[in-house]
């Protein structure tokens, strides 16, 4: 497994949120634009078949490309000077009344450029009969959300409500506060660049007490530098990367998430969730806890599933049970930590690799884990920049462990 495909996505997203190749304005922004965004450098070798030396069928771990909708599938056309209520390719309308006219089966493409966001923008499912509504960059270009224009902590949201919404290819940035806010179900969230937002980047929340934000897809998303460090009260202690604070059966899958105050990926009060093929690294600023997953919290959390995932260099740990009852870690790897993993009297633990000088904190049931075997955990590389990053020493004890295993 070559891990060389997200790294080289990292580079082409992770610069400052005013860089120029984001803050073009211009509502016919070019393909280069578009290639800006966070799947677009992962190149041929980021394909769903794992890439050139990963074998067939093997599923790669980060952000994967993703196939933009044919242009022709088209019924709405928004675009950031757009105006009018035609929201037609040739007079495009502005982003609010696309939203508002938009009805389950119709494609929202949106013009590339940036959108200010000075007001509430709700995203709304209305069903999939006869499919979702889907909202997307228009092909070849690159749309952005951006609330640059409103003082930090302004109560102004991008919200995902009713059902079947998909999110698709575009760029949120420089919220307020959380930049995504998902409070309904069977959403899905796909290929977005979500940064430099001050609450989390994608926030999963409904009812604490009724879970109804259920189903939820997160996936080849890339999230990072959400931040409220200086800013708040609990100095960035709650601004995750991904946050899912409430429902039943939500997923993370192959996304890079990294450089968040508070967690990369955080399960916290949800049931059955499942985080796989993702990648955290980075994360822990200000006061922010600094786990790069952790799979529960207060209570209902119960039976958050994290496998083939990789988490180095936060502050914290790498994989936290944090209280969540029934979490299974399984063929995960962890480096640079601050401990590697942490369980709780029923975490269930197998097939995990870490390479931390603290590899194993807290309780569980552990099996095959590479601090069970004993001696030292070695990698073919541990620059990030290698294509062999955290890859266990062939022929060494651990090469069936980790998230790499079988690769």
């Not at 119709?106 to 923008?121: A, P």
């Not at 690799?353 to 070695?378: F, H, I, K, M």
Request: negative net charge.
């Amino acid at each position: 497994m070559r891990l060389l495909p997200f790294l080289l996505a990292l580079a082409a997203c992770s610069g400052p949120a005013d860089a120029p190749d984001a803050s073009s304005s211009d509502a016919d922004a070019s393909s280069s634009t578009r290639d800006a965004g966070p799947d677009a450098a992962l190149g041929d070798a980021g394909s769903s078949d794992g890439g050139s030396d990963a074998g067939p069928g093997v599923r790669p771990i980060g952000p994967r490309p993703v196939t933009p909708t044919p242009l022709e599938r088209g019924t709405l056309f928004a675009a950031p000077d757009g105006a009018g209520t035609d929201c037609s390719q040739a007079a495009p309308c502005d982003l609010w009344e696309a939203t508002d006219q938009a009805e389950a089966g119709d494609v929202v493409f949106l013009r590339g450029g940036v959108y200010d966001i000075d007001r509430n923008l709700y995203f709304r499912g209305r069903g999939t009969d006869p499919g979702p509504a889907i909202f997307e960059s228009y092909p070849g270009e690159l749309a952005i959300l951006d609330g640059s224009s409103l003082a930090p902590l302004t109560e102004v949201y991008i919200r995902v409500l009713g059902d079947a919404t998909h999110l698709r290819l575009f760029e949120v940035r420089n919220m307020p506060v959380s930049a995504l806010s998902v409070r309904s179900s069977d959403h899905v969230l796909e290929g977005l660049h979500v940064h430099h937002n001050v609450g989390s980047g994608i926030h999963v929340h409904e009812s604490y007490d009724t879970p109804s934000s259920n189903r939820n897809l997160i996936t080849d998303c890339v999230v990072h530098d959400n931040s409220a460090a200086g800013i708040d009260a609990a100095d960035g202690g709650n601004s995750d990367g991904i946050s899912m604070s409430s429902g039943i059966d939500n997923r993370i899958e192959n996304c890079l998430v990294h450089s968040n105050s508070d967690d990369g990926v955080d399960t916290w009060r949800t049931l059955d969730s499942y985080v796989g093929y993702s990648i955290t690294y980075g994360n822990g600023i200000g006061s922010g806890n600094g786990q790069g997953f952790k799979a529960g919290g207060a209570p209902p959390s119960r039976g958050t599933t994290v496998e083939h995932c990789i988490s180095y260099s936060n502050r914290s740990a790498g994989f936290d049970q944090n209280s969540g009852v029934a979490v299974r870690f399984v063929h995960n790897t962890s480096w640079d930590n601050g401990v590697g993993f942490y369980g709780g009297s029923d975490t269930e633990l197998r097939f995990n690799l870490a390479g931390d000088d603290d590899p194993r904190g807290g309780s569980g049931t552990d099996e095959e884990n590479s601090w069970q075997r004993g001696g030292p955990v070695t990698f073919v590389s541990t620059d990030p920049s290698s294509p062999d990053f955290l890859v266990p020493t062939p022929g060494g004890p651990f090469e069936d462990l980790g998230a790499h295993a079988g690769r």
